[in-house]
C-alpha cells in the first residue's frame, strides 16, 4: 500500500503563487510517476501535471503548462506542484496521485492523496 500526503494548499490572491508538496510513503516501489490532479464539485477531475520520479520527465497539461510547473525528488518520493500567477478559475481540490506510468487520465494511477484545498481570490 502507499499513503500520499498532500501540504501547501491554502487561499492567496489572483496572481499569487502556491507551492503543493506530495510525499509517498509505504510501498512506493511502484510508484515511479506522480500526478497533480484537480476537482471542483460538480466537475470531473482535471488532470494538471505528472511526473516521472525514475527519468525527470515531465508532461503537463496545456491549460497550466505555462503557469505550474511540476517537479520532482525521488530519493524523498516527493513531487512539487509550484503555482504561479493563480486566478480564480484555479480554485479546487488539488490531488496528488501515483502509480506505474506518467499519464493523463486519473484511470492510470493507483493511489490517491486525500486532496488539498486552493482557494484563489478576485
Known amino acids: 500500500q502507499v499513503h500520499l500526503v498532500e501540504s501547501g494548499g491554502g487561499l492567496v490572491h489572483a496572481g499569487g503563487s502556491l507551492r503543493l508538496s506530495c510525499t509517498a510513503s509505504g510501498r512506493t516501489s511502484s510508484s515511479v510517476a506522480m500526478g497533480w490532479f484537480r476537482q471542483v464539485p460538480g466537475e470531473e477531475r482535471e488532470f494538471v501535471a505528472a511526473?516521472?520520479?525514475?527519468?525527470?520527465?515531465?508532461y503537463s497539461s496545456h491549460s497550466v503548462q505555462d503557469r505550474f510547473t511540476i517537479s520532482g525528488d525521488n530519493a524523498k518520493n516527493t513531487a512539487f506542484l509550484q503555482m504561479n500567477s493563480l486566478t480564480p478559475e484555479d480554485t479546487a481540490t488539488y490531488y496528488c496521485a501515483s502509480g506505474p506510468v506518467v499519464a493523463g487520465v486519473p484511470d492510470k494511477y493507483e493511489h490517491w492523496g486525500q486532496g488539498t484545498q486552493v482557494t484563489v481570490s478576485s
Open positions: 511526473i516521472s520520479l525514475v527519468n525527470g520527465g515531465t
